[in-house]
């Protein structure tokens, strides 16, 4: 009885493998479900950010997941923060810039404020108290809470005052991507994900001017 020799049995069990992967490979791209198995059931749930209005348009806007109503509500929150602080910066701030851009901050978040809220007191909802925001991400800035931040501006003035709030203001407006981002990656509703890309190019925006007005401080 003649053996084959075990490199060859190898290379023949390689081969075999390779085509029954290959055929695998064109199975999944004709069907991605799998043989024998049944495609999951579609939510409506964004996994990727919609590249264009376009897209964002197709999406029906009677329909909405958790992700939307808690986007909203911690939205309203944290812009009601910036605002707060940003009138702090209309009082305080020694830079005509600086004073500029905190009064169109708060003139800014205003609107969004109010649509959100009528969005939520539509469904029935209402938006949560600050105390419930705690420990949420994107809720600080540095470490700080709202009131920390506050406390600390509140004691400073002149160029100290600029500097200090304009950080503290970019760390809020990261907070605010990172929110914005969640929504726009796993929301649901139209009129919400197009709130968070608004607010996400708006806040990168702004952003970029806070870090360009700190750096000639």
Known sequence: MQITPRPIVAAGALALALTLAGCGTAQDQADPAGAGTEAPETTG??????????????????????????????????????????DLG??????????????????????????MTSWLE?????????????????MDMDGMSQEEAMIELEGLSGIDFDRRFLQLMIAHHQGALTMAEEEIYNGQNRTMLELGKEI??????????????????
């Open 45 to 86: 749930t964004a996994t990727t950010e919609p590249s264009s209005e376009e897209e964002v348009d197709q999406i029906p806007d009677d329909i909405h997941n958790d992700v939307d109503t808690v986007f909203a509500q911690t939205m309203i929150v944290h812009h009601e923060g910036a605002i707060e602080m940003a």
């Open 200 to 217: 996400k190019a708006d806040q990168q925006d702004e952003i970029a001017e806070m870090e360009e007005i700190l750096q000639g401080l």
């Open 122 to 138: 539509d469904l029935g909802k209402e938006s949560s108290p600050m105390e419930e925001m705690d420990g949420h991400d994107g």
């Open 90 to 115: 209309v009082e305080k701030a020694a830079s005509e810039e600086v004073r500029a851009l905190a009064e169109r901050i708060s003139a800014a978040q205003g609107p969004e404020i109010e649509q």
